[in-house]
């Protein structure tokens, strides 16, 4: 089944309220009707819309790992031997349970899954692949690759012009 949508019409006010609250999504309606030279109303109608349609998903606080002890991040690629149904389906339900998983994608080419692992140390992102993924059925292989350093992160999304 795709997953694919067709696009939300969006119109410059659309999109300058999209790029403004990836910036602030804390921002008050009152103050992003300002900047978008909206009153209330009008703003909140915009981003109830935008909300209603699954362009606006949620609101969430951006936190840095490293404040709160979360010194690794790893980048992993899961095979599995054979592609059964079952197996990717619980594999991807275990994934969204465990919170030190922060992104679990199902790719092409030689892996059949990358996932992003945050883990205090080497030693708790061991435990997490002995515990976790190692338990998986039909994982034949499990690469990792370690962050060295982070010159980029953003969870933001390019809002195009038109």
């Known amino acids: 089944m795709s997953k694919n949508r067709a696009s939300v019409e969006l119109d410059g006010v659309d999109r300058a309220m999209l ?10 309606n009152a103050t992003l009707g300002e ?8 703003c ?12 606006i998903t949620g609101y969430q606080a951006n936190l840095d790992r490293r404040a709160l002890g979360m010194n690794v991040f790893a ?4 095979t599995f031997n054979m592609h059964s149904g079952q197996d990717s389906d ?3 339900d275990v994934m969204r349970r465990h919170d ?4 679990c994608h199902k790719i092409t080419g030689a892996a059949d899954y990358i996932l992003q692992v945050v883990a205090a140390d080497l030693d708790a992102y061991a435990e997490f692949v002995e515990r976790v993924l190692r338990k998986q059925a039909g994982v034949s ?4 690759s370690l962050a ?3 010159v980029k992160f953003s969870s933001r999304v390019p809002v195009p012009d038109a």
């Open 19 to 28: 790029r403004l609250l990836q910036e602030d999504g804390a921002l008050s």
């Open 35 to 42: 900047k978008l030279s909206l009153s209330v109303t009008p």
């Open 44 to 55: 909140w109608r915009r981003r109830k819309r935008l909300e209603d349609e699954r362009v």
């Open 75 to 78: 980048f992993v690629q899961v």
């Open 90 to 92: 619980h594999f991807e």
């Open 100 to 103: 030190e998983v922060l992104s």
């Open 141 to 144: 292989s499990i690469q990792s």
């Open 148 to 150: 060295l350093r982070e």
